[in-house]
């Protein structure tokens, strides 16, 4: 987020998440920190590792249906050979050989599904790595914008602290002394806001006054 995203509004009731904020102002001042290009291509490693893929449970399922059929079609056959031996009846022995047909037409299909099953646990294994590693490079990326955080907040915290001090109508003797609309009228005379921050305080004499003390543009209302 950038220090606008944390200011556009500026009114009372005013909630900030302070200190990444005060990060925010950091960066619009040019500051950097010294994990930042390793902070750039730990999130490059991430973006690139790829999201999980589907389980294999379907294509379990579909052996199981394909092995069910096996075994329906294996009885038919062995039915129907029974009654042959018994009768020799010609239309049993043409029914009996389609019987035979689509039995070998299923243990073809299942032979596919199998395939197809361990493909689908191949690629759950690979899902699993790359969930691994994503969750490591998660971590990874977490810590180190923690410590880049750091490092901006302790380079703009002694601006913030006097500008929160010396806000009009402020009775704060520093930035985390101040209330939601100090706080932010102090982020943005620190950082640098090129888009106009709406002032729905009443803080300032005119909208003049608010950009001559924040060093920004305003739109009061």
């Known amino acids: 987020m950038s220090l606008y995203d944390h200011v556009a509004v500026v009114a009372p009731g005013l909630s900030l998440d302070r200190r990444t904020a005060l990060a925010a102002a950091a960066r619009s001042r040019g500051a950097t920190a010294s994990v930042d290009?390793?902070?750039?291509?730990?999130?490059?490693?991430?973006?690139?590792?790829?999201?999980?893929?589907?389980?294999?449970?379907?294509?379990?399922?579909?052996?199981?249906e394909a092995e069910a059929g096996i075994e329906r079609q294996r009885e038919r056959v062995a039915t129907l050979r029974g009654r042959l031996a018994e009768t020799g009846d010609e239309s049993l022995e043409?029914?009996?050989?389609?019987?035979?047909?689509?039995?070998?037409?299923?243990?073809?299909?299942?032979?596919?599904?199998?395939?197809?099953?361990?493909?689908?646990?191949?690629?759950?294994?690979?899902?699993?790595?790359?969930?691994?590693?994503?969750?490591?490079?998660?971590?990874?990326?977490?810590?180190?914008?923690?410590?880049?955080?750091?490092e901006l907040v302790e380079a703009v915290r002694p601006a913030a602290d006097e500008a929160a001090a010396s806000a009009p109508d402020g009775t704060a003797a520093s930035f985390d002394d101040a209330d939601g609309v100090t706080a932010a009228l102090a982020l943005v005379r620190v950082g640098v806001v090129r888009t106009p921050v709406v002032l729905a305080c009443r803080r300032f004499a005119d909208a003049a006054s608010a950009e001559a003390w924040l060093e920004s543009p305003v739109i009061r209302l």
């Open 94 to 150: 043409t029914e009996y050989r389609r019987a035979v047909r689509e039995l070998s037409e299923l243990e073809t299909e299942r032979a596919a599904a199998e395939e197809r099953l361990e493909r689908a646990r191949e690629r759950a294994r690979e899902a699993r790595d790359a969930r691994e590693r994503r969750l490591r490079l998660r971590d990874r990326v977490d810590n180190l914008e923690r410590t880049a955080r750091a």
């Open 37 to 64: 290009a390793e902070l750039r291509a730990a999130r490059e490693r991430l973006a690139a590792v790829g999201e999980p893929v589907p389980s294999s449970a379907t294509a379990r399922q579909r052996l199981a």
